[in-house]
């Protein structure tokens, strides 16, 4: 099988979900006051969809690292896709239950959090499935050396472990954990780029979500 | 004319479908009580979309191994391709009638489940007509021998059964039926992978939903 | 520039289009009385559905042959091209309102299937500039001989005119125009593939809707 | 890293966003009285709808040509070009609010332009980004000469400026502003065709929105 048409779907997935966060932006329409006062208040709304907007566009981005070092794509491999993706269509209506609790505060705004932190959650573990897929026979294009497969699952599980965290934290705070997911992605954004641009010899793909 | 547009074009048709899925998922909006009383009661929704979920899934990776094996794409087998993609488009507002009534219990949970096995018994048409196609002229990457066809014919038919069950036992329990349908789903991710693996004798592209 | 861009953003729009057609197919809610009369009082929203679907697949099949036809894409291809994709995304509003009206009979559904034809004469004249396009120039893989160029021609505007004898219609019986329409996408459907099949001497690429 | 994703996810998001616009373009269902009347009420809807669905098609078409000159994708590009398309899902939400507000004309007709505006500045901005990327290294397949960095981002920054000039036009008249960015969408589609087919030397990519 080729990855051809498993990285269209996933790009069409990832595409849709990405546009979809936006659809409900829109504020209500005329008869409900001053549009200035109705954009104003609608910053929980706006904060809520750019986060989510980031994180998919770095899910994807580590997609697209994880599946380019892929040599041999099989039934196993497309069912856990499969199941990555599952997360990434959760994001959309778990954004638009942050964004409609968040700002009323109060266990309901924790509760959103605690939803929001374990789509996540499940989308690391997703990953964390697929580059174990990967570790075994010769499925990589460039096998990694038994003795680096530890410190991979460590640095994957190091990611999973942030958003565990951010599930204990929501359950105190919802903007702490709200602000620890944003904190995430701002990492992911800025670590990358120079670890990129300086050719690093890190290998690339351990570095997923 | 190439299988790369057939392909694109059904990759977009499955990965919309799949991700509006979860469009409807978000639960009531603030001022109806406690948000995790409204998640603990959408477990409903929940589980109709995972298994629609999976359906679509499994049904992309059946097209994905069928297509494959295609050497001609003429304009029957667009017409034919786009007669299963009518199915595979009626699963999301399927589902939505499943998500809403099957709580409910009674005769519109069975009408639901009826119509929802229906979408899949269509669906198991949609692909034993582009395979019936592929058995005649030279339209097969690698032919069948014609004493294969007979068997091919009758597991594809197996296949459809299935949903005629569902259909039949729907009238009776919807949440039988709901459950036969999700046992296939398991049945189908379970049983390709091992397949795969052990590199099989057996035609994959035979084994198509 | 190359063929690939044009046909992928053509592609993700006709496969958007077509399965949000399906988007508002779901009945009403539990408390709306039975199940099975609210999916029996339905039916004129799933014949337009049916329509609509079997419309915009023949458009892709027939912007698949024509575009395949193409030679170079400039600039201004690439406009022509949006505008025949603006009358694509118009199929699904257009759709709503004649699912919405058609059956209520009247005024009313007459000026529905006014609007849902002229959608089509749209698409049918960005088809025609479209290839009105391909014959200067070397546009074409295979440039037409000149005296065949107005028989091409005429051939085109024949396609048009189905849509201006059904806004004729329209306007004394929406149901005649609907399955004037109808009418015209099963001999789409019908007449192509044996054409097809048979290897005709006709250059296909002139048959656009 | 190869541009193929980038390229498929973006036209993916290009070719949702697009089709949603369309999205909400349906009148009122019947019992809202003579449907003639409803469409005829639609107008503003019509035409915000035309110029947005111009404006992702010319940001589509520009983002086409600017890729195309780009030899190495790397993970800064990815999120410059993430950057990108956050200002284009915000597209059809913020036509919506024009849609909504603009024929009331007053106060929230001018905020909604404003909006409006400002999300195509931040277009503008993004895709400067991404073309000052292009200038560094060796990023480009034609590098630029030094000595033509200054002008092509002078024609950039005029770019921008348009839409700095409807924000400001914005604060005093919505129609104004909004006849202002028709006006530039026009101008886009009209100007760049003749330059196409007299294969000017001036080099494309530099010509971007």
Redesign the interface.
């Known amino acids: 099988?080729d990855r051809g048409?498993l990285?269209?779907?996933s790009?069409?997935?990832?595409?849709?979900?990405?546009?979809?966060?936006?659809?409900?932006?829109?504020?209500a329409?005329?008869g409900h006051g001053?549009?200035?006062r109705l954009?104003g208040n609608s910053w929980p709304s706006l904060t809520a969809f750019?986060l989510s907007?980031?994180m998919i566009?770095i899910i994807?981005?580590n997609h697209?690292v994880l599946i380019?070092s892929i040599a041999v794509v099989?039934?196993?491999l497309?069912?856990l896709n499969?199941l990555l993706?599952?997360f990434v269509?959760?994001i959309?209506?778990a954004t638009?239950?942050v964004r409609?609790?968040l700002s009323?505060g109060g266990?309901?705004a924790r509760?959103?959090m605690v939803?929001y932190s374990a789509v996540f959650l499940g989308l690391s573990i997703g990953f964390g499935a697929i580059f174990e897929w990967t570790l075994h026979g010769e499925r990589r294009l460039q096998p990694l050396p038994p003795e680096t497969h530890w410190p991979a699952r460590l640095r994957f599980a190091g990611g999973g472990a942030v958003y565990v965290v951010a599930i204990v934290v929501a359950l105190f705070s919802a903007i702490a954990a709200f602000i620890l997911i944003a904190l995430t992605a701002v990492y992911y954004?800025a670590q990358?780029?120079p670890?990129?641009?300086r050719g690093s010899g890190r290998s690339e793909e351990t570095e997923v979500l």
């Open positions: 099988m048409r990285e269209a779907f790009d069409g997935v990832f595409a849709v979900a990405i546009t979809l966060l936006a659809l409900n932006l829109a504020v329409g005329p001053h549009l200035l954009l750019v907007f980031f566009g994807w981005v697209h380019r099989d039934r196993t497309l069912f499969l993706l599952l269509v959760l959309p209506p638009a239950i409609q609790y009323g266990e309901n509760v959103a939803l954004i990358r780029t670890d990129d641009s």
